[in-house]
């Protein structure tokens, strides 16, 4: 399953992004926050200690199944009037979740998190991004690894010279993509596919902000 | 186009590269210096493109300058920093003020560098360079369109020879020479056992390949660059006798290694030329060249 990938923001951020701000709904999400423990149950209890040390009035808060779906009418009465108090939401979900509550609450919202990429859980604890939804895609020809994502360069003709014993020159704890696709064809027998010169990308497959009507 | 670089190159003589490096700012005494002691002694010199990531002067602008000053430069462009607009419009203008060699490059990731926020492009890569390089020569640009006035390159790449694992460089190597690479210059090359096994390999190919040669400056150098220098391997015995060096002697101790290397690759005749990169050191490039030994004998070949 695809999921959110998110970090907390540095309480730094936070406090300052809260400033001046007394009364606060904190929201969390039932679903991607909760795997990655960024916006569970847990992490709102968390904060909303934390809040109330620095001396901000906690109206209420909230852990929605899926906050990137709409708000149903139900939580929206259960909470309104704690929600109708608050000067501002903390949101402690993915930025999906933070555009869909902001766009039914019309209150004031503040992102609690910051939405790295969007993946997948490639083994217990450990998240990776495999698609970057670039709208031209090449996996066909790649192994079915994309080097649009998984290269920190999305270079498509092979790796750069800065890979080093199948690690990404930015952090030794990445993938070389090139080294992944160059074993997952050779395994193939399909090496031909790396040794064709790939043309440039078409980088406005869709050019953003993308919209899709049925 | 007159490119005495790729006269060389032809000519089937042994080449002497080397690098120049632009400032970080707009005092250009120091790399100005640089290419008036290098000019006469190497055939031609590398303007670096914000290397390493980090923002300096550009290298169009100091390949301008190698030009002014009678030089012959070799442009590097790397695809970090512009997209396929801005780099057809730099090969236009280095080919209207006569600079004719380039080397593509991908560059360094931008968070390696000194500008670790900025947006990275890489809208195209190296060998799609390449091959935009030979397009644009033919008169058309990547939109399809036609050139007022085309542009002629003597265009270069890089490889890394010693790269863990290797396959996936070499073809990446072969498709930077189907796409138009006429010469190579590598990553330094210290085992000069692997660099013939990779000669004997590269040697099928329609491209004049140039021996990296990194300066060593001292053990803990050679050290660093075996952790931290993707590709670069410098085997024991020379990091000992790096270190075997009286005190304050390690630097002549490199010049006398890069000096020797280069006359056992020129003597055997391992490859075409080798590529100097003497890393912020550059004044010492033609004491290098002097140590190798090979300079009266190349001077006789011109």
């Given at each position: 399953?695809?999921?959110?990938?998110?970090?907390?923001?540095?309480?730094?951020?936070?406090?300052?992004?809260?400033?001046?701000?007394?009364?606060?709904?904190?929201?969390?999400?039932?679903?991607?926050?909760?795997?990655?423990?960024?916006?569970?149950?847990?992490?709102?209890?968390?904060?909303?200690?934390?809040?109330?040390?620095?001396?901000?009035?906690?109206?209420?808060?909230?852990?929605?199944?899926?906050?990137?779906?709409?708000?149903?009418?139900?939580?929206?009465?259960?909470?309104?009037?704690?929600?109708?108090?608050?000067?501002?939401?903390?949101?402690?979900?993915?930025?999906?979740?933070?555009?869909?509550?902001?766009?039914?609450?019309?209150k004031l919202v503040v992102p609690a998190l910051d939405t790295l990429f969007i993946g997948k859980e490639t083994a217990l604890g450990q998240f990776d991004e495999v698609?970057?939804?670039?709208?031209?895609?090449?996996?066909?020809?790649?192994?079915?690894?994309?080097?649009?994502?998984?290269?920190?360069?999305?270079?498509?003709?092979?790796?750069?010279?800065?890979?080093?014993?199948?690690?990404?020159?930015?952090?030794?704890?990445?993938?070389?993509?090139?080294?992944?696709?160059?074993?997952?064809?050779?395994?193939?027998?399909?090496?031909?596919?790396?040794?064709?010169?790939?043309?440039?990308?078409?980088?406005?497959?869709?050019?953003?902000?993308?919209?899709?009507?049925? | 186009?007159?490119?005495?670089?790729?006269?060389?190159?032809?000519?089937?003589?042994?080449?002497?590269?080397?690098?120049?490096?632009?400032?970080?700012?707009?005092?250009?005494?120091?790399?100005?210096?640089?290419?008036?002691?290098?000019?006469?002694?190497?055939?031609?010199?590398?303007?670096?493109?914000?290397?390493?990531?980090?923002?300096?002067?550009?290298?169009?602008?100091?390949?301008?300058?190698?030009?002014?000053?009678?030089?012959?430069?070799?442009?590097?462009?790397?695809?970090?920093?512009?997209?396929?607009?801005?780099?057809?419009?730099?090969?236009?203008?280095?080919?209207s003020r006569g600079i004719n060699n380039v080397l593509c490059l991908t560059g360094d990731s931008i968070v390696l560098?000194?500008?670790?926020?900025?947006?990275?492009?890489?809208?195209?890569?190296?060998?799609?360079?390449?091959?935009?390089?030979?397009?644009?020569?033919?008169?058309?640009?990547?939109?399809?369109?036609?050139?007022?006035?085309?542009?002629?390159?003597?265009?270069?790449?890089?490889?890394?020879?010693?790269?863990?694992?290797?396959?996936?460089?070499?073809?990446?190597?072969?498709?930077?020479?189907?796409?138009?690479?006429?010469?190579?210059?590598?990553?330094?090359?210290?085992?000069?056992?692997?660099?013939?096994?990779?000669?004997?390999?590269?040697?099928?190919?329609?491209?004049?390949?140039?021996?990296?040669?990194?300066?060593?400056?001292?053990?803990?150098?050679?050290?660093?660059?075996?952790?931290?220098?993707?590709?670069?391997?410098?085997?024991?015995?020379?990091?000992?006798?790096?270190?075997?060096?009286?005190?304050?002697?390690?630097?002549?101790?490199?010049?006398?290694?890069?000096?020797?290397?280069?006359?056992?690759?020129?003597?055997?005749?391992?490859?075409?030329?080798?590529?100097?990169?003497?890393?912020?050191?550059?004044?010492?490039?033609?004491?290098?060249?002097?140590?190798?030994?090979?300079?009266?004998?190349?001077?006789?070949?011109?």
């Open positions: 399953m695809i999921r959110s990938i998110t970090q907390q923001k540095s309480e730094e951020e936070i406090d300052q992004l809260l400033s001046g701000l007394g009364r606060i709904f904190v929201i969390g999400c039932g679903t991607c926050v909760t795997l990655t423990h960024t916006g569970g149950r847990t992490e709102v209890n968390v904060m909303k200690e934390h809040l109330a040390n620095k001396g901000k009035l906690i109206t209420g808060d909230l852990v929605l199944p899926v906050a990137c779906d709409n708000m149903t009418a139900e939580a929206l009465n259960e909470h309104g009037q704690q929600i109708d108090q608050a000067d501002a939401l903390l949101i402690m979900t993915c930025a999906f979740g933070v555009q869909t509550i902001a766009k039914q609450l019309k698609c970057a939804q670039c709208g031209t895609c090449i996996l066909g020809e790649t192994g079915g690894i994309c080097p649009v994502t998984s290269c920190h360069k999305g270079l498509v003709n092979g790796p750069c010279g800065g890979t080093n014993d199948g690690k990404c020159e930015i952090d030794n704890a990445k993938d070389c993509a090139w080294t992944l696709i160059y074993n997952r064809l050779n395994e193939l027998g399909r090496l031909d596919g790396m040794r064709k010169l790939q043309k440039p990308r078409n980088h406005q497959g869709e050019p953003s902000p993308g919209k899709f009507i049925l | 186009m007159s490119s005495s670089f790729k006269d060389a190159l032809k000519s089937g003589k042994f080449v002497i590269t080397s690098e120049v490096a632009p400032p970080k700012g707009t005092n250009l005494e120091k790399m100005a210096h640089h290419v008036e002691l290098l000019k006469d002694k190497v055939d031609a010199m590398n303007v670096t493109d914000h290397q390493s990531s980090v923002m300096r002067f550009p290298s169009l602008g100091g390949a301008l300058l190698v030009k002014e000053m009678g030089g012959e430069p070799i442009l590097q462009m790397t695809c970090r920093d512009r997209n396929r607009m801005a780099l057809e419009a730099d090969l236009l203008f280095a080919s560098g000194d500008h670790k926020e900025a947006k990275s492009v890489f809208d195209v890569d190296s060998s799609q360079l390449l091959a935009t390089i030979r397009l644009m020569e033919k008169g058309k640009d990547m939109g399809g369109n036609n050139l007022d006035g085309a542009v002629s390159f003597c265009a270069g790449a890089i490889v890394t020879p010693e790269a863990n694992p290797i396959e996936p460089q070499l073809i990446k190597f072969e498709k930077k020479i189907e796409a138009g690479a006429e010469f190579i210059q590598t990553q330094a090359v210290y085992d000069l056992d692997n660099f013939k096994r990779f000669m004997e390999y590269a040697r099928g190919f329609p491209a004049k390949i140039l021996a990296g040669v990194i300066l060593l400056t001292s053990a803990p150098m050679a050290r660093f660059m075996n952790k931290n220098v993707a590709g670069v391997s410098v085997p024991q015995s020379l990091i000992d006798e790096m270190a075997s060096a009286p005190k304050g002697g390690a630097l002549a101790k490199g010049i006398e290694i890069a000096g020797r290397m280069i006359k056992q690759i020129w003597e055997e005749k391992m490859c075409d030329g080798v590529h100097i990169m003497a890393i912020g050191k550059e004044e010492l490039v033609p004491e290098i060249i002097e140590m190798s030994g090979i300079f009266p004998a190349l001077k006789t070949q011109d």
